[in-house]
């Protein structure tokens, strides 16, 4: 299994950015991030079929998670603010159908990370 996170850098506030996780294969998948000194924390899932989805409270209606008809897996971000400076991990879980995870301990993969940090 590989997940491979990219699309991260350093943006404005305000600015928007869309992270990419490409998957070996097909998953159920979520976003996470870790910013430094805190614990890793759930940011949004999605179902391995694609229509169903959730999200943190602190990024719903700015965060937009999505998926292709193959293995990627996407996290559009508008709106960001400094707060939302974090690694950002995607995560996947072996499972088809219509279930959306959002602990950490459900996921089996997980990617390397890629940095998004949002500062003037």
């Known amino acids: 299994v590989q997940l491979q996170a990219s699309g991260g850098g350093l943006v404005q506030p305000g600015a928007s950015l869309r992270l990419s996780c490409a998957a070996s294969e097909r998953y159920a998948v979520g976003w996470f991030r870790q910013a430094p000194g805190k614990e890793r924390e759930f940011v949004a899932g999605i179902s391995y079929r694609g229509g169903e989805r959730s999200y943190a409270a602190s990024v719903k209606g700015r965060f937009i998670i999505s998926r292709d008809n193959a293995k990627n897996t996407y996290l559009r971000m508008n709106s960001l603010k400094p707060e939302d400076t974090a690694v950002y991990y995607c995560?996947?879980?072996?499972?088809?159908?219509?279930?959306?995870?959002?602990?950490?301990?459900?996921?089996?993969?997980w990617g390397q990370g890629t940095q998004v940090t949002v500062s003037s």
């Open positions: 995560a996947a879980k072996d499972v088809g159908g219509s279930p959306v995870y959002s602990v950490e301990s459900d996921y089996e993969y």
